[in-house]
């Protein structure tokens, strides 16, 4: 296979396209006509040195681009895949019939006016390094004004923002790291960031105004380093373009694993040719063959000087080591040294399923009371992403997991329930999820009720930050004492914290004052309300950091042990069995399930990875997206539930602009006390992009839906209150965003809330060119097998470098 790479803006000189103006004059004339003036005399000419500037030296570039391409074609014929880097994505979406010559030209001719117009930022490539340790660096800088515009090369990229902000990034990079090179870019302003965020929003605008016809080569896009779907309009990600960053690097990977061989680059020098010859060379674990052709723009003499705008930022690379291999490049066939698998009837009562490595960890008597193969749960997703049929696979497979009932009805819940009743046999083991809501306890508390009447046995309890009575129904009901006189729960409860407060408060019994108002009004006997004072609320606590959805950012590695230390200190104070400590987020690897092991945890319980999955409950738009993310497409962003008090969740920023949408309304709440004072034109901009209608129908539906579920007076308070009105309004927004994803609305993935962790981008490195890699082959059991027997391969010895890996 070839591809074809056409460079970006930098590669611009005097006396370009000198060679292909004369054959095509047709088109000259066309581009003069839509320009205003000759192409021809700005290229060969260049009278006033105009390509110093964006605005010019975009459409001529692309003009020379594009006829050099058409010139080319007759002797080298069509390419196999195309891509351009930045600018050149135009082209390469030009010669896939994307678009025609005449509109390619229109769109960059105001792409060059609009990108022309920004300023006051700075730019500069950092050569020696790569995109894990620039990061790695950004973050513990905390630097928020800096950010990776271009991912060139496994040893370059570029970063861009305020002057000062890139000023002292430079510094920290060539302090902390001396054989690193930083070359400032002439540039006018900090392209593929935030801080062209207007100009990205008025070029979408532009692009949603013009007919673009579904490319008939694949054409890889910078913003997603992936074919562009045929199911998804082309402006969606050439709308996002301006502002995201290029991931070149990236793309070059995507053209090995897809067969490339050759590469024919259309622009200056070879400096795209030697990006994919770095990466050929890495994959093939050699030192990097980074000759990175003539430099596109190192600063005073080399190239346009100044004002040139977004460039591709490629100067010579010097050469590298190949990095150590990927965890499970070399991975085992998924069995422990020395170890035999037997048959075994799965203990939940389903399928048989065969014993493997990795039943061994964590803790024996978690495997025994959740009746599950591995010390492993499925965790909950809201609003059943954590779906009834990831339910019944996971049980039916000797596993188990827990449907995510937060956000739904009470009859949604009691049919999932049947559901899963109906598919199961008599005694299987699953759970359910109960999400805390502080605007709706009674929501709470009938969702107990309902377990309660079914019978459901085990329960993960989110979001508490205290306990509540709801809480202690669940676990109270049916204490009783054994034949010794051991106190014993008749029902599980896994909580779920990342705060040593509230871990105290679950590993603790119940308040007095609780288990007395619940005998009070008959919901528990005076003897259930007995032993419950003996035993502690929950029997399992989960430990959660850096998990999708709500977190607190906290670090595992200082959680588990400390939360393990307050367990042994409180259970010589409480009856019954010890609470078993088990870890969650950032598991989307053998080696991270192996280190939780290793910090002593109990179990492990997985989320993110579970939601690309075919059993998951959520749209294939999304499973789509979440197949494609990489470990740092992840962001903060505030909760929708816990929205006035700032509580966060972490959500997927690659392809959706939600996490930016939502940050800028908590930012208005926190600045204005009503929607009135918010000006006219940012409230113009929320209704354009994230609501989507007028702030007037938004406050009818929030209105409607309260009334339509019985809490109407919710709305006729915030009448009266502009602040709680004006919250509710922004809170809408987290619903519909959340209904967009779940749908797969193809109008909207803009607006696409995602809650996903970095583990989802490690889960996607690891069964890279395996048969897991496409997600309509991860069911739910695979995934927990995969990463449970690698871990135990680990433990036992083989090492990070030989981690289990799925069947090729």
Known sequence: ???????????????????????????????????????????????????????????????????????????????????GHSLGELNALTAAGVLDFATG????????????????????????????????????????????????????????????????????????????????????????????????RRFADTLARVELAPPRLPVIANVTARPYPRDTPVADLLGRQIRSRVRWSETMNHLLDTGVEEVWEIGR???????????????????????????????????????????????????????????????????????????????SGGARVAARPGTVLGSARFREVYRTRHAYAAGSMYQGIASTDLVVRMAEHGLFGFFGAGGLSLARIGAALDDIERRLPPGAAYGMNLLHDMANPDLERATVELFLRRGVRHVEAAAFTRVTAPLVLFRAKGAHRDAAGVPVAARQLLAKVSRPEVARQFLAPPAPEL??????????????????????????????????????????????????????RAARATGGEPVRVGAAGGIGTPEA???????????????????????????????????????????????GDLFEIGSRVQVVRRGTMFPARANQLHDLYRRHDRLEDIDARTLSTLERTCFRRPVAEVWEDVVRHYRD???????????????????LVFRWYFAVSTRAALDGAKDDTANYQIHCGPAMGAFNRLVEGTALESWRRRDVDAI?????????????????????????
């Open 1 to 83: 296979m070839r591809a074809l790479l056409f460079a970006g803006q930098g590669s611009q000189r005097r006396g370009m396209g000198a060679d292909v103006f004369d054959a095509f004059p047709d088109h000259c004339a066309l581009a003069d006509d839509i320009l205003g003036y000759s192409v021809r005399d700005l290229c060969l000419r260049d009278d006033g040195d105009r390509l110093r500037l964006t605005r010019y030296a975009q459409p001529a570039l692309f003009t020379v681009h594009a006829l050099t391409y058409l010139a080319q074609r007759t002797e080298r014929g069509e390419p196999d895949v195309v891509a």
């Open 709 to 727: 579920t019985g809490r109407p007076q919710i709305a006729r308070d915030a009448e009266r209150d502009p602040r709680r009105r004006m919250a």
């Open 269 to 347: 020098g070879r400096t795209l040719t030697g990006f994919w010859q770095e990466a050929r060379a890495v994959r093939r674990g050699h030192a990097s063959a980074s000759g990175s052709g003539v430099p596109y723009a190192a600063g005073p003499g080399r190239g346009p000087a100044a004002r040139t705008g977004e460039v591709p930022m490629a100067v010579p690379a010097p050469s590298a080591a190949a990095p150590a291999p990927r965890a499970g490049a070399a991975g085992s066939t998924g069995a422990a040294p020395g170890s035999r698998a037997d048959s075994a009837a799965a203990p």
């Open 593 to 639: 399930a192996a280190a939780c092991f290793l910090l002593g945890a109990d179990f492990v319980l997985t989320g993110s990875v579970n939601q690309c999955s075919p059993q998951a409950g959520t749209s294939d738009a999304v499973k789509d997206l979440l197949a494609g993310l990489d470990v740092q497409d992840v962001a903060y962003a505030p909760a």
């Open 784 to 808: 927990a097998d995969l990463l449970m027997t690698g871990a135990a391969d680990v433990l036992a010895g083989a090492g990070a470098r030989t981690a289990s890996r799925p069947p090729s």
């Open 105 to 200: 030209l229109r769109l960059v001719a105001e792409r060059g006016r609009l990108m022309g117009e920004a300023d006051g930022g700075a730019m500069a490539a950092v050569v020696g390094a790569g995109l894990t340790e620039v990061e790695r660096l950004l973050a513990d800088a905390g630097r928020e004004d800096v950010e990776i515009a271009n991912d060139n090369a496994p040893t370059q990229v570029v970063i861009s923002g305020s002057p000062e902000g890139v000023s002292a990034v430079t510094r920290l990079l060539t302090t902390a790291l001396p054989a690193v090179r930083c070359v400032p870019l002439p540039v006018s302003a900090a392209f593929h960031s935030r801080d062209v965020a207007s100009a990205a």
């Open 515 to 568: 288990l007395a108002a619940l005998v009070a009004e008959g919901a528990l006997t005076r003897d259930e309300a007995a032993v419950a004072a003996k035993l502690p609320v929950a029997s399992d606590l989960c430990v959660e950091s850096d998990s999708g959805g709500h977190t607190d950012q906290g670090v595992a590695l200082a959680l588990v042990p400390t939360l393990r230390r307050l367990r042994d």
